[in-house]
C-alpha cells in the first residue's frame, strides 16, 4: 500500500510525502500507521478522524484533515492524505 500525504497552505504545497507498507497488516493498521509516520516526519500532532473524514475516505480512499481535526493550532490550510496504492 502507497499513501501519499499533501500539507497544503493558500493553494501552495509545502511538503509531502509517501508512504509504503508492504506488511500483511490489515487496511486499517497500515493507514493508521502511515498517519503516525507522517505526523512525526512533519511534526504534527495527531489529527482526529472526525465523521466527514470517515466518510470521505470511505468513498474515495482520499481525505483533508483540516484546522478542525487538529487539537494543536495548525500554520497551514490542511493536510491531504490519498490512497494512492493498494496491495
Not at 8 to 30: F, P, W
Not at 57 to 69: G, I, L, N, Q, Y
Request: proline share 1%.
Amino acid at each position: 500500500m502507497r499513501i501519499w500525504f499533501k500539507m497544503m497552505k493558500d493553494n501552495h504545497l509545502l511538503r509531502d510525502t509517501t508512504i509504503t507498507d508492504e506488511s500483511d497488516d490489515t487496511r486499517t493498521h497500515k493507514i493508521f500507521r502511515a498517519i503516525d509516520e507522517v505526523c512525526y516526519a512533519f511534526d504534527l500532532g495527531k489529527p482526529i478522524w472526525l465523521d466527514v473524514n470517515v466518510a470521505e475516505f470511505k468513498r474515495h480512499a482520499k481525505t483533508r484533515f483540516t484546522r478542525d481535526s487538529f487539537i494543536e493550532s495548525i500554520d497551514f490550510d490542511f493536510l491531504e492524505m490519498h490512497v494512492i496504492e493498494e496491495d
